[in-house]
């Protein structure tokens, strides 16, 4: 059984920063990628970022210059830091892992979310 443990969130102010960071826990033979969503009330979850294991990233247009992903492979580990928030960056952030966790297993793994809310 795969845990995904997150933790970074919280009240900032437009224009801060936060990091969250999500840590797998489990058996994991491969990770394929990890990364983050998000909802907001009343609407879907969208992604925010994700990376592979090689570190190739992929980010939402609307984070762009203002979020970063990176992974740490041996400690089964992804940290989004995230500058120049925005309230409309408030939203329930999930993290996502893409994972090998058996022989001929791939599962899709997902945190119990971290609220963010951007207020002054």
């Known amino acids: 059984q795969v845990q995904l443990v997150e933790s970074g969130g919280g009240l900032v102010q437009p224009g801060g920063s936060l990091r969250l960071s999500c840590a797998a826990s489990?058996?994991?033979?491969?990770?394929?990628?990890m990364g983050w969503f998000r909802q907001a009330p009343g609407k879907q979850r969208e992604l925010v970022a994700s990376?592979?294991?090689?570190?190739?990233?992929d980010l939402a247009d609307s984070v762009k210059g203002r979020f970063t992903i990176s992974i740490d492979n041996a400690k089964k580990k992804v940290d989004l830091q995230m500058n120049s928030l925005k309230p409309e960056d408030t939203a329930v952030y999930y993290c996502?892992?893409?994972?090998?966790?058996?022989?001929?297993?791939?599962?899709?793994?997902w945190g119990q979310g971290t609220q963010v809310t951007v207020s002054s």
């Open positions: 489990g058996t994991i033979f491969l990770i394929y990628s």
């Open positions: 996502n892992a893409d994972l090998q966790t058996g022989w001929g297993r791939r599962d899709d793994n």
């Open positions: 990376i592979d294991s090689r570190g190739s990233t």
